[in-house]
Each structure stands twice: as C-alpha cells, then as structure tokens.
C-alpha cells in the first residue's frame, strides 16, 4: 500500500526553525516530482519546494533562501528545511509524489497534479 506520512510540524516563533519530514512506504523518492506544499485558512493551495528529474529543485519566491527540500531514497524520505520562519509560513503542509511525472522541478512546483498526497503537518509561526 502506498503511503506518505509527515512529521515535523509544530509551533514556533518568528525567526525559529523547523524540519518536516515525508516518510513514505509502498514506493521509494526517485528522479521524478515530488513536493511540498501548504494550504492556509481561506487560502489556495500553494507549492513550496519541488524536486524534478533534470534539474536542481525550485522553491516559491516567498521561501527561497529559506526553506530547503531535499530527499534520502535510502530512507525514502523528503525533507524540508524550513529557517527563518515568518508568521506568514503558518499553514497545513503537505508532501506529494507522482512517479508518473518526469518534469523539470518547476513545473513539479506549479502543478500540483500528484497522485499520492501525506495527511499534512501543521506548521505554526506566532510573531
């Protein structure tokens, strides 16, 4: 059975750190799309970071230089290093994967077209 689960999440302060991670089970990470994105109250769901097949991984402009995603196959985990959290950053996060997609990262990023979704991870960021 395929499966994501994230962890990580939690509730900090301005300018605080936080690493979610994506477990997954049933399938390994490999050169195709997988992501993060988050979803605020009243808000679209938006991409964060993605890792694509061909290229290096592409963030949103509000996170960049911020957040860093990043994958252990080993492990069959995805990582999101988030620093520097901004009260702006609070939103439920969600891991995906699709290993029917073999795209450049930012289309991975913009298309949130996947087909296997975590249950999601609530990032909270007070000021």
């Known amino acids: 059975q395929v499966q994501l689960v994230e962890s990580g999440g939690g509730s900090v302060q301005a300018g605080g750190s936080l690493r979610l991670s994506c477990a997954a089970s049933?399938?390994?990470?490999?050169?195709?799309?997988q992501g993060w994105f988050r979803q605020a109250p009243g808000k679209e769901r938006e991409g964060v970071a993605a890792i694509g097949r061909y290229d290096s991984p592409s963030y949103a402009d509000s996170v960049k230089g911020r957040f860093t995603i990043s994958q252990v196959n080993a492990k069959r985990i995805l990582y999101l290093q988030m620093n520097s959290l901004k009260p702006e950053d609070t939103a439920m996060y969600y891991c995906?994967?699709?290993?029917?997609?073999?795209?450049?990262?930012?289309?991975?990023?913009?298309?949130?077209?996947?087909?296997?979704w975590g249950q999601g991870t609530q990032v909270t960021v007070s000021s």
């Open positions: 995906a994967a699709d290993p029917r997609r073999y795209y450049y990262s930012d289309s991975c990023l913009t298309n949130g077209d996947y087909n296997y």
């Open positions: 049933g399938f390994s990470f490999g050169n195709y799309c």
